[in-house]
């Protein structure tokens, strides 16, 4: 069970990078990383996903290191409405049932 | 919008009471998830289907008991409730099971147990 350690909270200002980094160092070879965010009393929504090196899409881009025990989300230029938790969500390919383990959570906040 | 809704988004009930939170999802999906999350606390896996059967049942207390009658449908059944069952909970879906499937979650239903 690859267990997920993120930190608790980051503040960031609009425009700035933002670099989340999670640490998994059990992940198993078949597992995949997914990153999701959740306003508040809001359920989470998938924001990007990646097995290894580099993935980007129109929201975020994602690292995952060769030794694939770490990975960083990295939200460009942030805004105040990226405001939001972003959990790291490390688990098997397929089925894997209550293996799908979400961490923490960062609390990210962004102000002007 | 995610195609996934639940119902009702606000409960309160009693420590006494039996109500059921109701899950409904429009994607065709094959796995359906209940999570709780509570103040300041992770996501907490509760129950897990795929294909209408429970494919994990994460120690939850008995007082907790879920139905999936069809692929679209996930209830919890809830009886006998502590103060401390108060939390947010979250219902979700996703094609089929396993992490490169992009679990779509519910706006939950906020229940206070008094």
């Known amino acids: 069970l690859a267990k997920t350690t993120q930190p608790i909270s980051m503040d960031s200002y609009e425009g700035q990078e933002v670099n989340i980094t999670c640490s998994h160092n059990?992940?198993?070879?078949?597992?995949?990383i997914t990153w999701y965010q959740q306003f508040p009393s809001q359920g989470p929504r998938f924001i990007i996903q990646g097995y290894k090196t580099k993935v980007t899409n129109e929201v975020a881009s994602l690292f995952i290191p060769a030794d694939r025990k770490s990975s960083t989300l990295s939200l460009p230029r942030v805004s105040l409405s990226d405001t939001a938790v972003y959990y790291c969500l490390v688990g098997p390919l397929t089925g894997g049932g209550n293996k799908l383990t979400f961490g923490t959570g960062t609390q990210l906040k962004v102000e002007l | 919008e995610t195609g996934v809704t639940q119902t009702p988004r606000h409960l309160v009930m009693g420590m006494t009471n039996k109500k059921s939170l109701k899950c409904e999802q429009h994607?065709?999906?094959?796995?359906m998830y209940w999570y709780k999350q509570s103040a300041k606390k992770p996501l907490e896996l509760m129950f897990v289907y795929s294909l209408e059967e429970r494919v994990e049942n994460n120690s939850v207390p008995s007082r907790f008991s879920p139905e999936c009658p069809n692929s679209s449908h996930l209830f919890l059944h809830l009886h006998t409730l502590q103060p401390e069952d108060s939390a947010l909970y979250l219902c979700?879906?996703?094609?089929?099971?396993?992490?490169?499937?992009?679990?779509?979650f519910g706006p939950g239903t906020r229940l206070l147990v008094l």
């Open positions: 059990n992940i198993a070879t078949n597992d995949y």
């Open positions: 994607l065709g999906h094959n796995a």
């Open positions: 979700a879906s996703s094609q089929d099971l396993g992490s490169r499937e992009t679990q779509y």
